[in-house]
């Protein structure tokens, strides 16, 4: 699956160890701007690192032009580019407009429950990725993806 994510979406999975195995699993796209915000802007940065690691062994593709929109907007822009199934974020005021414009999203813990439910992912795994995100994200957030896998396992 093809995957344009934001900044929020791809420090928070950085942050919580996910990153890596979503990046092995999906072909995961990111802006310049969001480029800029999550490697450029706080270089040195533990998660910065992590980020051009990734980029640099081609697990992470930067794309399109540099901006100074804000990163949501350039990803907006980069899906409507073509060749993407869906946008990742985590920002409620983006995902409302994607929503509003029948635009295809996952948040970080639906897109965690996605690759269970697609076989890419173990329970075990998924389980443990979203108690990593359950600091990083709404309560209702978290307890509707722990909802999601519990339906899994019946």
Same mark, same amino acid.
Do not use: H
């Given at each position: 699956? %093809?995957?344009?994510?934001?900044?929020?979406?791809?420090?928070?999975? #950085? %942050? #919580? $160890?996910?990153?890596?195995?979503?990046?092995?699993?999906?072909?995961?796209?990111?802006?310049?701007?969001?480029?800029?915000? #999550?490697?450029?802007?706080?270089?040195?940065?533990?998660?910065?690192? @992590?980020?051009?690691? =990734?980029?640099? =062994?081609?697990?992470?593709?930067?794309? $399109?032009?540099?901006?100074?929109?804000?990163?949501?907007?350039?990803?907006?822009?980069?899906? @409507?580019?073509?060749?993407?199934?869906?946008?990742?974020?985590?920002?409620?005021?983006?995902?409302?407009?994607?929503?509003?414009?029948?635009?295809?999203?996952?948040?970080?813990?639906?897109?965690?429950?996605?690759?269970?439910?697609? =076989?890419?992912?173990?329970?075990?795994?998924?389980?443990?990725?979203?108690?990593?995100?359950?600091?990083?994200?709404?309560?209702?957030?978290?307890?509707?993806?722990?909802?999601?896998?519990?339906?899994?396992? @019946?």
């Amino acid at each position: 699956m %093809k995957v344009v994510m934001d900044s929020d979406v791809l420090i928070k999975f #950085t %942050k #919580t $160890g996910c990153k890596e195995a979503i990046v092995s699993l999906l072909e995961v796209s990111i802006p310049d701007r969001v480029y800029e915000e #999550t490697v450029i802007e706080p270089k040195g940065c533990l998660d910065a690192i @992590k980020i051009q690691e =990734n980029i640099d =062994n081609g697990m992470i593709l930067v794309q $399109g032009l540099p901006s100074r929109d804000k990163g949501e907007l350039e990803a907006l822009k980069l899906y @409507k580019s073509g060749g993407f199934e869906l946008i990742a974020s985590d920002d409620r005021k983006f995902l409302n407009s994607l929503d509003r414009n029948g635009i295809p999203y996952l948040t970080s813990s639906s897109m965690v429950v996605y690759l269970l439910y697609d =076989n890419k992912i173990s329970l075990e795994d998924t389980i443990k990725y979203i108690d990593n995100l359950k600091m990083y994200i709404s309560q209702r957030q978290y307890l509707s993806a722990m909802l999601e896998v519990l339906k899994w396992v @019946k």
